[in-house]
Nanobody
Framework: QVQLVESGGGLVQAGGSLRLLCAAS????????MGWFRQAPGKEREFVAS????????DYADSVKGRFAISRDNAKNTVYLQMNSLNPEDTGVYYC????????????????????WGLGTQVTASS
């Protein structure tokens, strides 16, 4: 079965950095766009970043643009999220999602576009 497993979360001080990883199995990874989303307590899951199957197209939420970078390694079936200059507003559970796009250069912001989700990893940035 399809599994997405996030890792790399933790507790950092404001201004610090973390690198999240999402390891995928049970699917043909290069056929999927990948996305990172986050959810703070009492709030809805929100879009953070996405990347198309080949890595040539990316998209970011305005709140993380210039601080976060999404990338992928299709040989390792892994997508990454490098997070710099973290602030308390970045705190939440971070989830990765996979959206079937075959070879199209498509990225998605809507949660409904994603077919599979991981269980998430907690990120806490303290002030």
């Amino acid at each position: 079965q399809v599994q997405l497993v996030e890792s790399g979360g933790g507790l950092v001080q404001a201004g610090g950095s973390l690198r999240l990883l999402c390891a995928a199995s049970g699917l043909t990874f290069r056929r999927y766009a990948m996305g990172w989303f986050r959810q703070a307590p009492g709030k809805e899951r929100e879009f953070v970043a996405s990347i198309n199957w080949s890595g040539v197209a990316t998209d970011y939420a305005d709140s993380v643009k210039g601080r976060f970078a999404i990338s992928r390694d299709n040989a390792k079936n892994t997508v990454y999220l490098q997070m710099n200059s973290l602030n308390p507003e970045d705190t939440g559970v971070y989830y990765c999602g996979a959206a079937l796009t075959l070879a199209a250069p498509i990225v998605y912001r809507q949660t409904a576009s994603y077919d599979y989700w991981g269980l998430g990893t907690q990120v806490t940035a303290s002030s």
